[in-house]
């Protein structure tokens, strides 16, 4: 049983040990103040060393401290020689296996350990031989020279040097968690330059090849369109089934090149917000209009518009007319032929919500978390039942403006073959935020670039 002034003892230097903030300097700091504080504590150590082995039994690293210029070296070479050898355990002796095992041990063969040539080695009668343990194997020893012979070591001393051998055990641990530690945050950091050298590579892909891709497909639209529609002799119905085919696989991989570069310019900060007090309304109206004139004729689909009066709101209108052209370009793709869209309005004083509903396949609860999301097709129900193959891609675009927007976007529905209704909303541009509307502007990140206008 420790006296109580060594409990204490122990107590400061465990303290001791987890206030050290610079844990790869831990050991070096830490067992100079151990050595002094075991000599005030009556133990008349010459010497205090943590040596540490390999699997062979090789001295791999040790640091060492003596009384009488209490420096600690780092490498066994810069010890003055210190140790005899440089492999442990060759003698197999009683003492080795009682370290092997985990067990302390006192040792008078000063010789067999220590090199002559160190000063004060005519000092040290003694060797008390304590092993540090890392997952149940040994991994080193503590080594107190003693001025003491062998036989006047007591249980206690043994016990007190345990204890302390346990805290030298904590900051070998200590320090090798801080050491993989830094050196996976290197690794993360340089896995993460390379992550950005990979997007902004990908991003300038996708730019250059939408670039490209465009300027071959509108020349194949247009010269499909006129072999459709002005060709100089008869078509037979093949051949003019085969010119519609192409004419509406191009449009798609048009608006699929669109979306992509849009897609692009917002992830990469090519675009700006530039918000102001817009008429969400009339805006609503213009957009409506353009829907039916475009695709509303042609299904016979019913648009209906429940008109009230309205806050204006704050957004930019280019960007707020791209998230209407998709929002309801999707729900004319989705509705059957004679269905029924409406758009409809509600305020609550702080913003405006804007929903359009369509009578279309509906969404299940299961898919509607997939909505908004890039490249988030429906395998069995709303885009999957379009038409034009839709991409997936104009809600995140339409999600992504809107947030940018300082609103929010959300979908809802009752069930597959329930229709869908699609609402965002927008701050009202109240007179105390357009005073500070500079605070709503996102500047781009370079060369601000437009967006390329949606498809209904």
Not at 88 to 101: I, R, T
Not at 371 to 385: I, P, V
């Given at each position: ?26 050991l ?57 050898n ?11 296996m ?36 890392h ?11 003693s ?12 016990e ?28 993360v ?120 009066r ?18 309801l ?60 193959g839709?991409?997936g ?50 500047r ?7 967006l ?5």
């Amino acid at each position: 049983m420790l006296s109580e002034d060594k409990i204490l003892t122990f107590l400061k230097l465990e303290q001791l040990a987890l206030d050290i903030e610079d844990s790869t300097k831990l050991l070096e700091q830490f067992l100079p103040i151990v050595l002094e504080e075991l000599n005030l504590s009556g133990y008349p150590y010459v010497f205090l060393s943590s040596l540490f082995i390999d699997d062979e039994g090789k001295i791999k690293q040790t640091f060492f401290t003596d009384k009488v210029n209490k420096q600690t070296f780092r490498e066994v070479t810069k010890a003055e020689n210190l140790f005899q050898n440089e492999t442990l355990f060759q003698k197999g002796s009683e003492w080795e296996m009682k370290v092997m095992y985990g067990e302390a041990a006192v040792v008078s063969d000063v010789a067999y350990f220590i090199n002559p040539s160190y000063p004060n080695f005519s000092q040290i009668r003694s060797l008390l031989l304590l092993p540090i343990q890392h997952a149940r194997r040994l991994s080193g020893i503590l080594i107190l020279a003693s001025a003491k012979a062998a036989d006047t070591v007591n249980a206690e001393e043994i016990e007190f040097g345990e204890m302390i051998t346990r805290l030298v055990n904590l900051s070998f641990r200590l320090q090798d968690t801080e050491g993989s530690l830094t050196k996976i945050t290197k690794q993360v950091y340089e896995m993460n330059a390379k992550l950005h050298q990979l997007d902004k590579l990908k991003d300038d892909f996708v730019s250059i090849a939408s670039h490209e891709l465009r300027t071959p497909m509108a020349a194949i639209r247009s010269y499909a369109w006129m072999a459709l529609h002005k060709s100089d002799v008869p078509l037979s119905d093949k051949v003019e089934r085969y010119l519609v085919r192409v004419l509406m696989s191009t449009e798609r991989l048009i608006n699929l090149v669109n979306d992509m570069l849009n897609i692009s310019r917002i992830e990469g900060g090519k675009i700006e917000i530039n918000p102001e007090s817009v008429d969400i309304l009339s805006l609503a109206k213009d957009v409506v209009d353009e829907a039916y004139n475009s695709r509303g004729v042609e299904k016979n689909i019913h648009f209906s518009i429940l008109e009230e009066r309205l806050p204006k709101v704050l957004a930019d209108p280019e960007k707020l007319r791209e998230v209407m052209l998709n929002i309801l370009g999707n729900a004319v793709k989705f509705t059957a032929e004679g269905g029924s869209i409406a758009v409809s309005f509600f305020t609550d004083g702080k913003v405006v919500e804007v929903s359009v509903k369509d009578t279309g396949p509906g969404i299940s609860k299961e898919d509607l978390g997939k909505l908004f999301t890039k490249f988030g097709r429906l395998d069995n129900s709303y885009t999957a039942l379009s038409t034009s193959g839709g991409t997936g891609l104009g809600l995140y675009i339409s999600k992504s403006l809107i947030e940018l927007m300082h609103g929010k976007i959300w979908a809802s529905s009752e069930g597959v073959g329930k229709g869908a209704t699609f609402t965002f909303a927008l701050p009202i541009a109240t007179k105390e935020i357009l005073e500070r509307v500079d605070q709503f502007r996102i500047r781009s990140k370079g060369e601000a670039k437009g967006l390329e206008p949606a498809a209904i």
